[in-house]
């Protein structure tokens, strides 16, 4: 064959499957359960979604459980200043002296400037930052999908103000209102969770308005009306639920960015207040100790942070392929 | 004929084909998943200057099989084996520099979708003049000005202003005729149609293949129409050739095709149109004439308004029809006669603009939005696109509860009791109850959605071209259960279509659509065998009846319509009669006369003042 | 078609920026701060908190106070927005705008080179990835793209640092320069014309300085870069799977345009969406390199806003919001004129 310019390539996702393979190759299926066995497969099959899922479940005990596993009480000095982790080829020696001699546990990833053990704050932080996170990202998702909803559905003069008041948010530079809101307001774990939901409110109501105006000339919902269905059943049972996917899809990649936020507004001093065990912080304190080489003080939260993200990056992104 | 003898055929004549294909496999890779083959064990042979029709069912790989003639797939597919001989050469085997000549200029191309064909961001004028500049040695203002005459002759208005249009500020017709202007510009020895006029109306499809056809017998141009389109097969193609499953099952003249087809497939297919022929009065239900109409609409008018502007759409103007319990009335038109706008009017999905909709005696245009909600039972909707009007999340189950639900008081166990009889009426598998919407086929869809308007024991059903997104196949199954259910349930249908082959078998009584308003009324054998109105006329004429025994082709006078359906804004309304500027009957009064729809003495209504005063002839139709 | 469309976005962007600052101005006097206390300190006295409560204008009617602000019905006499002006900073006491000018272009530059050496180096790799799908270069980009999309950037500079300034300098190799600024403090500044230093530099003839501001700027640079391109590859690559298998590209194939031809059809549907992305991204970081800026010391607007926020400096507060927001539609409005001449479909 000399037509070298169609090289076998891949197909990424079912939606290039249903454009580019016609439809008699697609068997039939017979209904079966579907959602969870596809997720089932899902994670057996590709890497990157599996690794994805574990740091999010990970993510999510560490955050429940951290602080009762963490050896040492993560806001409580030992008095041991500034220790460095110990060799890693001493660990599994370490280990078991730890867990079956009944020793001391060893401060795995060194201790900071006063005395905290990083290990045991690393594993607490979660708690601070998954609470954050999560909490924002859903309270965003429930106001910005009804929202959106309504503004899409309904045409009205308030939901076109709605949608000014959106666009007028969307306007604002991210990272500085937040800080606003968060520094002016006292900074509590309160006022940076209801600083998060604003910030990221406008994504949803934009993208579930956007999917509902996509929804809207579909048959299906002219059908609903026509089977004698009320405006606001056609609304909430019919076009909800099928405008529901991109927001699902985007709460994953916003609950990370929102871990990153948290962290970040900690890191410049906007954030949640010291000692708190908080990754974000704990890199702040770690930063001067970089250029003496005390680098441990700063790593070890600095790589829990990018791996979090990263995993609900990989779900967001997994989940995005098969639902698109 | 089968795959076989068809490839000793091509063996035999190799020296005189202008095509030849052998063995062609085209496979498609798929991550986690044996590989598919669009296309395998293909052969075909294509003679100069014939026209060979190439039909298959949707997914059966003629798109596919089409474009590899020109040795292209569609990433990520590959051409796994096979010859593709051009004039003798195998262009598999050229280096790509030679086969990129002669795409274009040897081998042209027409596809579907042509808005989508033309690079969306760049100048019409300027993909013209690149294609010219790929096979010509010209510089740019030339090719530019090549752009331009071939725009005039293919017809389009004001060449030198659509020179410079994008993609997305032409309509479908004319988008494909700025594609059939590229192809033609080289004369090459071997056309490629793939589905050029799905999408456009009846009328315009004459007109371009019409074209198509002239100017390719004109250069002796072979062409391999591919489609769906049993009109078009019968009525321009020498030769059909029909795919299953990736491969070719049946190859035979025209003429011996619609006789005997040989292939199961192509026996299914057939099926229906051969009933079409034959149906008379014998297949449809007798209908009681004098019983009170079910259904009335009275001087029933729909503008709908421009943002920013003070016309309006004319959707609707003074429409006047009546339906009579159990009757089947057809409402032909094409795109902007406002055909589905009545549909929705009268079930109050759109709300007129003016008029009466009497229903079962009662004006149900005056109701209140949310009581009318309570008579939504009664009168129900099948709609066009079977996949898109159920929910994509609902399982049939779910779907057939929702009516029930609504405006029955059935108890839990009547109501399974009931779904279940709904799915046995309709011809669903007890299977597909629990079956979403993506797991059925296009057929099971459909009767699904049938299933959920007859749930609530409707008196009368909009069926909103409810075969056209179907296979010829499943067409004619699903007339045939809308049939059956009309004369089981005694149910009123209001069916609206652009496809008159359709009509012609299932309807009563039929009503003609232009620009929003009605032309013609009269019953079937009325409208089909002597249409009086010359836009009747003109659309019986274009519509392609699957049937050989009168080829458009070989017809001495093919009566079509000039130009475009204007679109049915106020200030593009003409003054006078509506067809003025497109009729071949016009005369200069009926530039600033208004029409009215004129009761004839044969029970018909005509909307034409030279038909009510016996001016034209009445003659029987051209097809 | 288009100048309509121009017209219209560049009202709509003005209308934003009215709102923006009336937003701001209710917003923090609305949120639980007392500026006052921070200036006198907890245990002033009655008479030095009135005292400094009408020195700052506090005392007044929040309507009146808006007046003073914008420059309209002052009871102060003191010029406001409309007369071209942001007020004076209560901590430093001088002009916010003069503070401002001398802020924004540090980061304006440090993010303006991020983003075009971002934009320059996903271009050709998203590209070549989409048209090769599968192959190992694919695979990396893919990874990349997922990855770098949300990074803590913060932490990656601290490494960067940690890493080429302290490991090197250790092992005795040529490192990068301590994270103490934008110049060795031993060189003086060239005198402002742009306020990019990297240009400045040039136009004044101070090699010297050039070349030790480049080092400077090589880490923060890097950091962003190293973030901000995995959204764009991303988007690049997923384009250009989209546009190579769309109809128009096989069409332009079937009638037989060379290959070039081909190639700049998809290069042509690529590129704007990416060149979006960018500009959001650009509008993103005018306010979000905070943390870039702090680790290096650089003293841009993101490091001027947060000190004022944690003084409850109101005006400056106020005037770099409004500033960074009108800096960023600009932006916005600039992409957004150059895709509409791009791609005539949005001006509809």
């Known amino acids: 064959m000399n037509e070298p310019t169609n090289p076998p390539g891949h197909i990424e996702t079912p939606e290039d499957i249903d454009q580019h393979i016609e439809p008699h190759m697609v068997v039939e299926t017979i209904p079966t359960k579907r959602r969870q066995i596809d997720l089932v497969k899902k994670f057996k099959e590709e890497k990157l979604f599996a690794f994805g899922v574990i740091i999010v479940f990970l993510s999510i005990f560490l955050a429940f459980f951290g602080p009762m596993i963490s050896p040492y009480d993560p806001n409580f000095a030992t008095g041991n200043v500034s220790v460095g982790p110990p060799n890693i080829l001493d660990w599994p020696g370490l280990f078991i002296d730890t867990v079956f001699l009944g020793a001391d546990p060893p401060h795995w990833f060194g201790t900071d400037n006063s005395g905290l053990d990083i290990f045991s704050r690393t594993i607490s932080a979660p708690r601070t930052d998954l609470q954050i996170a999560l909490i924002a990202a859903l309270l965003s998702m429930a106001i910005g999908t009804t929202l959106g909803l309504l503004a899409g559905f309904f045409r009205h003069f308030l939901t076109e103000i709605l949608m000014r008041i959106s666009d007028l948010l969307q306007a604002f530079p991210v990272f500085i209102t937040a800080m606003i809101l968060v520094a002016l307001s006292g900074r509590s774990t309160t006022n940076i969770v209801i600083a998060l939901t604003i910030v990221y409110l406008p994504i949803f109501i934009r993208l579930t308005r956007a999917e509902v105006l996509g929804q809207m000339p579909r048959g299906y919902v002219e059908a609903a009306r026509a089977v004698g269905n009320s405006e606001f059943k056609v609304a909430f049972k019919h076009v909800l639920p099928n405008s529901l996917v991109p927001s699902l899809i985007q709460l994953s990649t916003t609950v990370g960015f929102a871990i990153l936020l948290t962290s970040g507004l900690s890191f410049v001093g906007a954030g949640v207040r010291p000692p708190t065990a908080e990754w974000g912080l704990m890199i702040a304190l770690g930063a001067p100790q970089i250029i003496l080489g005390e680098w441990w003080q700063s790593i070890f939260p600095g790589v829990a942070i990018s791996l979090t993200i990263f995993g609900y990056a990989a779900v967001g992104h997994g989940l995005e392929e098969d639902y698109r | 004929m089968v795959a076989e003898t068809n490839e000793s055929m091509v063996a035999g004549s190799s020296s005189e084909n202008i095509l030849e294909v052998r063995d062609l496999s085209v496979r498609f890779p798929i991550v986690e998943g044996p590989d598919v083959f669009a296309v395998r064990d293909f052969n075909l042979a294509v003679k100069p200057g014939e026209f060979v029709g190439l039909m298959g069912e949707p997914g059966c790989g003629k798109s596919t099989a089409a474009m590899s003639f020109l040795g292209l797939v569609r990433p990520p597919g590959v051409i796994e084996t096979g010859q593709i001989n051009f004039a003798g050469d195998d262009i598999l085997k050229m280096d790509e520099e030679t086969v990129r000549q002669m795409r274009g200029r040897d081998i042209g191309m027409i596809v579907q979708n042509p808005r989508y064909s033309l690079h969306p961001m760049m100048r019409v004028g300027d993909q013209i003049a690149n294609v010219y500049r790929a096979h010509n040695d010209v510089g740019k203002r030339e090719a530019w000005e090549h752009a331009v005459s071939m725009l005039r002759m293919v017809g389009i208005n004001d060449p030198e202003r659509r020179v410079k249009a994008y993609a997305h500020e032409l309509s479908s017709g004319m988008a494909q005729r700025v594609l059939i202007a590229i192809a033609l510009s080289s004369q090459p020895k071997l056309l490629i149609a793939d589905e050029p006029t799905s999408g456009l109306d009846v009328t315009i499809q004459a007109q371009f293949l019409d074209q198509m056809w002239d100017s390719c017998r004109q250069a002796s141009s072979a062409v391999v129409l591919v489609t769906q389109d049993l009109g078009i097969v019968a009525n321009y193609c020498d030769r059909v050739v029909i795919m299953h499953e990736g491969t070719i099952v049946e190859d035979a003249d025209v003429y011996t095709f619609f006789e005997s087809p040989q292939h199961e497939y192509s026996r299914r297919i057939l099926q229906l149109q051969r009933e079409a022929q034959e149906a008379g009065d014998a297949v449809l239900g007798k209908i009681d004439r004098t019983a009170p109409p079910i259904l009335e609409v009275k001087d029933m008018s729909k503008l709908f308004p421009i943002r920013g502007s003070e016309s309006k759409v004319h959707a609707v103007e003074h429409a006047d029809f009546e339906l009579r319990p159990g009757e089947c009335l057809g409402l032909v038109g094409e795109s902007g006669s406002g055909k589905t706008t009545i549909g929705r009017c009268v079930l109050r999905l759109v709300e007129p603009t003016q008029g009466e909709i009497v229903f079962q005696e009662r004006n149900i245009a005056e109701i209140r939005p949310n009581e009318f909600r309570k008579f939504r039972g009664d009168l129900q909707i099948v709609f066009q696109d079977p996949l898109d009007s159920l929910n994509p999340r609902w399982t049939v189950h779910q779907v057939l509860s929702e009516p029930l639900k609504l405006h029955t008081n059935l108890s839990p166990e009547e109501k399974e009791q009931r779904i279940s009889e709904l799915l046995n009426l309709v011809g669903l598998e007890p299977s597909m109850r629990f079956a979403l919407p993506r797991e059925m086929s296009a057929g099971r869809q459909q009767r699904a959605s049938i299933a959920r308007a007859i749930a609530s024991n409707p008196d009368f059903i909009v069926l909103d071209e409810p075969t056209s997104a179907l296979t010829p196949e499943t067409t004619a199954e699903i007339i045939q259960l809308l049939m059956d259910l009309s004369a089981k349930l005694g149910i009123a249908y209001l069916f609206i279509s652009h496809d008159l082959t359709t009509v012609k078998y299932i309807c009563h009584r039929v009503v003609v659509l232009y620009l929003g308003q009605i032309v013609e009324v009269g019953t079937k054998d009325q409208v089909f065998n002597q249409p009086r109105h010359p836009y009747s006329r003109a659309l019986l004429s274009s519509h392609l009846f699957p049937d050989t025994a009168n080829r458009r082709v070989d017809r001495e006078v093919r009566e079509t319509l000039e130009g475009e359906i204007p679109s049915p804004i106020t200030e593009n309304l003409p003054k006078g009669c509506y067809l003025y500027g497109r009729c071949p009957s016009q005369v200069d009064k009926c530039r600033d006369l208004p029409q009215e729809l004129t009761k004839l003495d044969d029970g018909r209504s005509v909307r034409c003042w030279r038909v009510a005063e016996g001016d034209l002839p009445d003659e029987p139709a051209a097809h | ?348």
């Not at chain 3, 980061?107 to 971002?118: D, R």
């Open chain 3, 1 to 348: 078609m288009v100048w309509r469309f121009i017209a219209k976005r560049v009202a709509i962007a003005l209308l934003q920026l009215i709102g923006i600052s009336l937003v701001v101005f209710f917003l923090i006097r609305g949120l639980d701060a007392d500026p006052v206390a921070r200036i006198v300190g907890l245990n002033a006295t009655e008479e030095a908190v009135k005292q400094a409560t009408e020195s700052l204008g506090l005392h007044e009617h929040q309507l009146q106070q808006l007046g003073n602000y914008l420059g309209i019905f002052s009871s102060s006499g003191k010029p406001g927005i409309v007369q071209g002006t942001l007020g004076e900073s209560w901590v430093t006491g001088s002009s916010i705008l003069e503070e401002v000018t001398r802020f924004l272009p540090i980061t304006l530059e440090l993010i303006t080179y991020a983003l075009i050496i971002a934009f320059l180096l996903a271009m050709p790799l998203g590209m070549s990835s989409g048209t090769r799908p599968g192959g190992a270069a694919d695979r990396f980009t893919f990874v990349w793209g997922l990855f770098a999309g949300s990074q803590p950037e913060f932490w990656w500079g601290l490494m960067f640092v940690f890493v080429f300034f302290f490991v090197f300098q250790q092992a005795g190799w040529p490192s990068a320069p301590a994270p103490l600024g934008r110049l060795n403090p031993f060189l003086t500044a060239p005198e402002s014309i742009t306020g990019f230093i990297m240009i400045d530099s040039l136009l004044r003839g101070r090699f010297d300085v050039w070349i030790d501001a480049g080092k400077h700027l090589m880490l923060p640079v890097f950091t962003l870069v190293f973030v901000v391109s995995g959204p764009i590859v991303k988007m690049v690559r997923q384009n250009m799977l989209r546009v190579l298998r769309s109809d128009y590209i096989l069409y332009a194939r079937s009638a037989g345009l060379p290959r070039q031809k081909v190639a700049r059809y998809a290069l042509r549907a690529a590129l704007a969406p990416a060149m979006t992305l960018t500009a959001i991204i650009y509008g993103f970081l005018l306010g979000g390199a905070v943390p870039v800026e702090l680790i290096y010391s650089l003293g841009g607007i993101g490091e001027y806003s947060i000190r004022s926020i944690l003084n409850l400096d109101f005006p400056a507060i106020q005037g770099t919001v409004l500033v960074i927001a009108m800096v960023s539609l600009v932006i916005y409005l600039a992409i957004d004129i150059l895709h509409a001449f791009l791609d005539p479909r949005i001006a509809f």
